[in-house]
């Protein structure tokens, strides 16, 4: 694995990666819930672990970068899981402030938990990947 990044630039490669998920949940027949989520079977045949280096193109392509999505943050904590889901997987993206309102937590407190859960994805999603793509 090459070097590893700044923590600045691995937030903005996680926050990059998860902004896909609204598209591709378009892409591959809609949204699932929070809890669908955590029980969804996922084979190692059902995503890729590299990185796409083209534009995904196929319905396939999209369906395994979903997929690895999915196995990164079943992995993470659920604080984390509740932070990534409200910011990007749920049908509606939520602000900071109305993510931190329905978690009862202070909107400023609710960005650095955004950041850490960010850092804690790039961490597990396809390996680490992240935390070397400059």
Known sequence: MPGLIEPKQIRFNA???????????????GFENEDTLM????????????MPLV???TRD??????MAMIRAWQQLNKRHRQILY???MDQ??????EIAFRLDRLPKSMSVR??????AFAEIYKGGVLKTIE
Do not use: C, V, W
């Not at 029980?39 to 995503?47: A, D, F, K, L, V």
């Not at 509606?92 to 402030?97: T, V």
């Not at 955004?114 to 850092?119: D, E, P, S, W």
């Open 61 to 66: 392509e999209y369906l395994a970068e979903k």
């Open 15 to 29: 926050d990059f990666i998860l902004s896909y998920y609204r598209r591709l949940s378009r892409l591959t027949e």
């Open 55 to 57: 534009p995904l193109r």
């Open 39 to 50: 029980t969804m079977e996922i084979t190692e045949g059902s995503y890729s672990t590299e």
């Open 92 to 97: 509606e993206q939520s602000s900071i402030n």
């Open 114 to 119: 955004k950041t850490t859960a960010l850092l």
């Open 86 to 88: 409200l910011s990007y």
